[in-house]
């Protein structure tokens, strides 16, 4: 692992790290809510994004109670996210949504194997967070509908979700390598093998072949 | 006025005026924060989104408890700001943060102006969004900072100010109007005076004139 860093350290950067993660889907849901198709898509895709913020809201103030600067820190993660991001454009809206049904699926998965690196209430925080699945229920519904529409749309997600899950366990890596989020390397192995798992069933509850 | 609507019917109308204000300003805010220059503003305007969902969800609760269906109303009501979208597209960060602190304050004198067509319970929440300043104090402090950073800001803010205006009297005129949602054209010009009026002191207020 890169850095050495302390409990108290590993602790913060990873609330820091989840906190991020809120941000980044609450701002993907706010643009698919404004580029919904209509209008009961854009109020349920607002409301999913309404959601993320109240989970970033509530690691925040879990880092402002630890003495952590969230802003700082989420500043410090950031860069890591731009090759992942410029990698991974949607072309269009169904791509848009597709991609936070598989990353914030994965992320999840990451999230949840950081929880050892997190005290009691830091963990609670989380916990509620990582347990709420009102977004995965909406866009699995949304994008099941979708497909039964638009017969060309499986096979374009099909191949679009392995290209995000393949940027996704590199980012996944690379942030918990950056920033010396787990304990060894056989550690980290035995994360990337159960997020590569559970993609796996999120694909097949979408009736896709991951 | 074009629709001899019902008390009723008046009343759903304007609490689904005041939802779709809500919701477009979210949207803005949501937008705003996705291309803001630091993660400082990012957050600061993620959270401004995320009280104007809170708003609309009042709303929407309350247009639910009488009966209405938020989504239908909304979606008759949003075509009346199609021509205002497309006649007022910021050229930059700082014209849409200039463009939320404008049409926010006009829209709020507008609904407040409309609090007549409501009964007690549903004034409550409309009070309660009407109230929040949080939106226009974020931003009055953060456009006067980039004023002093920029000179050169001034005049070209103070330029689209103007423009922001005429297009918005236009379009509360129109929204009024078209849903019958004044008692009678001396209200109508009543409303059109005050909220040019509290317009001008939301511009002095940032140092620029009207």
Redesign the interface.
Known sequence: MSHAASPADVQVTTLAVLALGE?TT??RC??D??FAPS??D??GL??L??HA??H??GF?ARIEVLGGD???L??SI?PSYTTFQERTRPRDWYESLMKSYVLDGIMRDFHRAALVNLDESSREVATAALDDTRQADFLRIRLTEAKAEEAELSSRLALWGRRLVGEALTLGRGVILGFGLAADDETLSAILQSVTTHHSQRMSALGLVS
Chains 1, 2 share one sequence.
């Open positions: 941000l609450f701002e706010a643009t809510a404004q209008m009961k854009k109020v607002a409301g994004a309404g913020l109240d970033y809201d925040a969230v802003v700082g989420m500043q950031e």
